[in-house]
C-alpha cells in the first residue's frame, strides 16, 4: 500500500510542475489542459484503487496473490 501512496504524492507532484511549466510560458494552455485532464482521471483511478484495497484489507477479503494453486 505504501508505494500507492508514494505514487499518489508523485502524482501531485507532477501536477505542480505542469503548473508551473504553464505559468513560465514554456507549455501552451492547450497542451497543459490536455496533461491537467490526463492527470485528473490518473489521480482519480489511483484514489479509487487505494480506496478499494483499504476496504479489502479492512474486510480481509484482500487476495495478494494471482496464483491460488
Do not use: R
Not at 496533461?35 to 489511483?46: C, I, M, P, T
Not at 484495497?53 to 494453486?69: A, C, P, Q, S
Amino acid at each position: 500500500m505504501q508505494f500507492l501512496n508514494i505514487a499518489l504524492g508523485s502524482s501531485g507532484e507532477f501536477h505542480s510542475c505542469i503548473y508551473s511549466f504553464f505559468k513560465a510560458d514554456q507549455l501552451s494552455q492547450e497542451d497543459y489542459e490536455k496533461l491537467d485532464e490526463l492527470h485528473y482521471k490518473v489521480e482519480n483511478a489511483l484514489i479509487q484503487l487505494i480506496k478499494s484495497l483499504e476496504k479489502k484489507m479492512k474486510e480481509g477479503t484482500w487476495e495478494d496473490n494471482f496464483y491460488k494453486g
